[in-house]
């Protein structure tokens, strides 16, 4: 996986409480535990770390269904 990817997943990780456990990039993260709350949280950490802003229309679950698809979603914010 490239470096966005290792940055996502790393702040998916630490928002979930998870740790050294191997996240699945395609697994759906209400598997391991996102709830629109902690997608809030993930969505605040991800702003601050990267610069970027995600706009209304992004903030909805299927942005944040797996870590992939938010990758997705922030790469098209940095670029």
Do not use: H, N, Q
């Not at 391991?32 to 909805?60: A, C, K, N």
């Amino acid at each position: 996986m490239d470096k966005l990817y290792e940055i996502v997943a790393g702040l998916v990780k630490k928002c979930l409480g998870m740790d050294a456990e191997e996240l699945d990039p395609d697994a759906d993260l209400s598997v391991y535990g996102l709830t629109s709350l902690r997608m809030v949280e993930l969505m605040t950490e991800l702003e601050e770390r990267l610069s970027i802003e995600f706009p209304d229309e992004m903030i909805e679950p299927g942005t944040f269904r797996t870590a992939r698809s938010l990758t997705d979603s922030v790469r098209s914010l940095v670029s």
